[in-house]
């Protein structure tokens, strides 16, 4: 991918043309007086103050407020407030939100082009982890001589905490059960291959291999198709981690043939802190058979049930008998949130208006965009090569939107500041990357350009010090540091 220069005239362009970009203004962009101010009200103080807006690059992290969020959340509660308990049960006509009972209906049909998937093999629920333990309970099925799990050496903390204790629940040892697996040749990310080979390699002692879709720390998007094919032929159960691919890359879980599939709505689909999760069950493991008992076979998938996947039609029996949902809304445990599902369909009416093929369309030209930008050569004339390097994959097919930039060691904390003063919203993982996402859905071309500037000058400035930022004033240099622990586990 190719731009024919480093001008600020190049983003507008882009910009301009960009099919996307009515979608900006459907998300609020915290402002740069709203990032540094400490009350949520404006102060009389800040009536006067300039309105510029943030450049965020963080929805990797946590997607933007959809505009609409509020007038959605309203709807939700004037049907609670005047409807009580029967709002589980009753629709208006001025609102497109369903009873109480069926939002989690809604949510799944409108998620499940998303992932590539029937609306059957999806259910919103949960959080991640509690998805994954859940997913995990049913599908990991180990026996003498095959119980090991295959996962990254890098996988999110989470995920590799959950392997570990659903081993310990089973008396097996993380030590022996475990199949880590680890760049080699000092490279920052997986070949394809090297997995490939792990699983040929411990294939007759493993049950089951749970990968990231996108890795989080390094933003490398790893042949989900082809590893999936080639671990079942090997007898393996094929489950990911979806929590940075959703909403960001085009998925086929379904045609992929995937056994299951997790992840958090919060990042690229923007339902806000801590919101809802999802998972994804095939269809074949979803089936219910009620007549397979008399004849002494399993009605069902083994899971860990409870009543909000039992099947609507006698949900409210009262019965002592599980029947659950066909799919994956059967593996759901008990009531979900309503106000989280209303923030989740929020954020779907905007992809409703689009499709995962335009946005990745854009995601690979504005990622690459970024890339053109960070890779010209330094200003300064102390150095001949720029204080960072890209971790992230170069060929675009092995990412995301997200690019993750190693610094040369003691800058980090001083560039985190420098870019919060002037406005910029990115994320770290210590000790020296920075995690940059460009979110097709709202980020602009120009959004790109001014955080190169900012963001090479801050570098240079640091690393020749020419300044001196302001660290204990930064949220992200600080990590949380008056939370005991939180700076550690950043």
């Known amino acids: 991918m190719s ?43 800040d009536e006067n103050s300039p309105d510029e807006t943030s450049v965020y690059l963080c929805g990797n992290s946590l997607g933007l407020q959809p505009r609409r969020l509020r007038d959605r959340i309203n709807e939700h509660l004037a049907a609670w407030s005047t409807k009580g308990v029967h709002g589980h049960f009753t629709s208006h006509q001025d609102s497109y939100q369903p009873g109480f009972l069926d939002l989690d ?21 949960e959080t991640l982890t509690a998805n994954l333990h859940l997913l995990m309970t049913s599908f990991y099925r180990p026996t003498q001589a095959k119980y090991k799990i295959i996962l990254e050496g890098k996988a999110f903390p989470s995920d ?41 390699e411990h294939s007759s002692s493993t049950a089951m291999i749970l990968l990231p879709g996108i890795q989080y720390y390094t933003g490398q998007l790893f042949d989900m198709k082809t590893i999936t094919a080639h671990a079942q032929l090997k007898g393996l159960v094929v489950g990911w981690d979806l929590a940075h691919a959703v909403g960001n890359v085009e998925l086929e879980l379904h045609n992929w043939n995937v056994d299951f599939a997790a992840w958090c709505n919060y990042k690229y689909l923007n339902a806000g802190p801590g919101g809802i999760a999802g998972l994804f069950v095939h269809e074949r ?15 069902y998938r083994p899971r860990l049930s409870g009543w909000w996947g039992g099947q609507k039609a006698i949900r409210f029996v009262m019965g002592k008998d599980f029947v659950p949902i066909p799919g994956a809304a059967g593996f759901q445990v008990g ?42 050569p330094p200003t300064s004339s102390s150095g001949s090569t720029n204080p960072y390097q890209i971790i992230t994959p170069h060929d675009p097919a092995q990412r995301g939107a997200q690019l993750s930039v190693l610094l040369e060691p003691g800058l980090l904390d001083g560039v985190l500041a420098e870019l919060e003063d002037n406005g910029v919203v990115v994320d770290e993982r ?21 955080f190169a500037q900012i963001f ?35």
């Open 285 to 299: 493991h979803g089936k219910v058979d009620v007549e397979a008992s008399s004849k002494g076979d399993q009605p």
């Open 160 to 200: 590799h905490y959950a392997i570990e204790s659903q081993l310990r629940i089973r008396g097996l040892d993380p030590k022996s059960a475990m199949v880590v697996l680890e760049p080699a040749g000092g490279s920052s990310v997986l070949s394809t291959q090297q997995i490939l080979d792990a699983i040929d």
């Open 335 to 376: 009531n979900p949130s309503a106000l989280a599902l209303v923030s989740l369909l929020a954020s779907l009416e905007t992809f409703r208006k689009t499709d995962m093929a335009t946005i990745r369309k854009k995601s690979l030209q504005i990622t690459g965009y970024l890339e053109y930008l960070l890779d010209q």
């Open 105 to 125: 209906d809604l949510a799944a049909e409108w998620i499940a082009p998303i992932v590539g998937a029937d609306k059957s093999e999806v259910a919103c629920m």
């Open 456 to 490: 090479r000058t801050a570098c240079e400035n640091v690393r020749d010090g020419k300044t001196k930022p302001k660290i204990d004033e930064s949220v992200m240099a600080n990590g949380g540091r008056d939370e005991p622990g939180w700076g550690t586990v950043k």
């Open 3 to 45: 731009f024919e220069s480093a001008h600020r005239s190049v983003a507008e362009r882009l910009d301009r043309e960009d099919p996307l970009r009515q979608f900006r203004t459907e998300f609020i962009f915290p402002t740069k007086a709203d990032l540094k101010r400490k009350t949520l009200v404006k102060q009389a103080q």
């Open 430 to 450: 210590k000790p020296d990357v920075i995690r940059v996402a460009p979110v097709p859905l709202y980020n602009s071309y120009a959004d790109i350009w001014e």
